[in-house]
């Protein structure tokens, strides 16, 4: 970083300026009292804990019993045409809400063309999929359900299935009371989202030094943070989540190899149709990053420390040094918060009416949506 050469007069003042700013330099020194709150301050405006409770969802009240259908649907497979493909196959609530694949595997052994996004603190996105084109969790929830290199159904057969199986017909009254038929697809995705907004993460590291605990983070995060700001790291990377709150192109700089970003996959561009939103993409989300590799839409990075130099490169126009990367790496770490003890559900046993799973392994040519 370039100096500025001062040249005062008359000499007394410069001295007196010196010793000013030796004093206030070892008032600001990292570890010190003042540089601590100033960087707390400065982040707790920028990132915001996670709670320990899910948020009041539009749309949608949230009660016990729907969050348990929510939880019952969420690992069931019957949601799907194979019987084999359930929300937590790629989402999976042991390995924070994600599968550790590049792309999923889905019906048929069909790969998915994007890296799965946790569900993990994922109700306080902006919106969901890479490309935001779900407003929320319980649009989300539909999308893979009817994607044919998911789960391949349809939501006629999933309102068959479920009507036929009388612990679901019962939940689906008690969740939903006072509806004519409370079985349904809508209800279904209602229920997902209910359950999915319990899966959060609070506790992090980080939570507790943005709160007042100035020792929650080592030194080298400390450093770590400082850098993650001033580089301009956060200024995609902020709020709740460290991201998922808007959509940025990824290359801003310059484009990252056509491995890390497919130049087939035009990102936001697919449902706006405009122009600049060409390898536009939702910010992914840093909570639990340390955890949840694969890296990127693409899933073509698995070390965490690649991944921070590739948006050096990509976004911020310049390559992080090796300790830089380090540092930033070891800060990233303190993202990871306590994990949600989910118990997997005995299931509701099928009846003689429950369609049985499809013997076509493979659907008809047609694309998926991309995740």
Not at 59 to 66: E, L
Not at 74 to 87: E, G, K, N, T, V
Not at 192 to 206: D, M, N
């Amino acid at each position: 970083m370039k100096r500025l050469r001062l040249t005062l007069s008359p000499l007394y003042p410069l001295v007196a300026l010196v010793c000013a700013a030796v004093v206030l330099g070892a008032a600001l020194a990292p570890g010190t009292g003042l540089a601590q709150k100033t960087m707390q301050q400065e982040a707790a405006a920028i990132f915001r804990p996670i709670p320990e409770n899910p948020p009041k969802l539009p749309g949608n009240i949230v009660t016990p019993v729907k969050v348990e259908l929510g939880r019952l649907l969420y690992f069931d497979p019957r949601l799907s045409a194979s019987q084999l493909i359930s929300c937590q196959t790629c989402h999976n609530v042991g390995l924070a809400g994600a599968d550790l694949q590049e792309t999923s595997i889905g019906h048929g052994w069909q790969k998915g063309p994007r890296n799965a996004p946790t569900t993990f603190n994922s109700v306080f996105n902006v919106a969901q999929f890479w490309d935001g084109r779900a407003k929320d969790l319980a649009e989300q929830s539909k999308g893979p359900v009817q994607a044919a290199v998911e789960m391949n159904n349809t939501p006629d057969r999933v309102v068959a299935t479920l009507a036929s199986i009388p612990q679901y017909v019962d939940l689906f009254a008690k969740a939903f009371p006072g509806q004519k038929n409370p079985v349904s697809f809508e209800n279904m995705a209602q229920a997902i989202e209910a359950f999915e907004a319990t899966l959060l993460t609070p506790g992090a590291p980080l939570d507790a030094f943005i709160t007042g605990d100035e020792s929650a983070l080592t030194p080298t995060q400390q450093e770590g943070l400082r850098l993650f700001i001033d580089s301009g790291c956060s200024d995609c990377h902020y709020g709740i989540n460290l991201g998922g709150m808007g959509y940025y192109p990824f290359g801003v700089a310059e484009a990252p190899s056509e491995e890390v970003r497919p130049t087939d996959d035009t990102g936001r561009f697919v449902v706006t149709n405009t122009a600049s939103d060409k390898y536009v993409f939702k910010s992914p989300i840093l909570r639990n990053v340390a955890i949840t590799q694969p890296y990127f839409h693409s899933g073509k990075v698995w070390r965490l420390r690649d991944a921070v130099q590739i948006m050096g490169s990509s976004q911020l126009g310049f390559e992080l040094e090796g300790k830089d990367a380090d540092i930033i790496t070891e800060f990233l770490k303190a993202l990871t918060g306590k994990q949600p003890e989910v118990a997997h559900p005995i299931l509701p046993p099928s009846t003689e009416s429950t369609p049985k799973p499809m013997t076509q392994l493979l659907p008809e040519k047609e694309s998926g949506k991309k995740g």
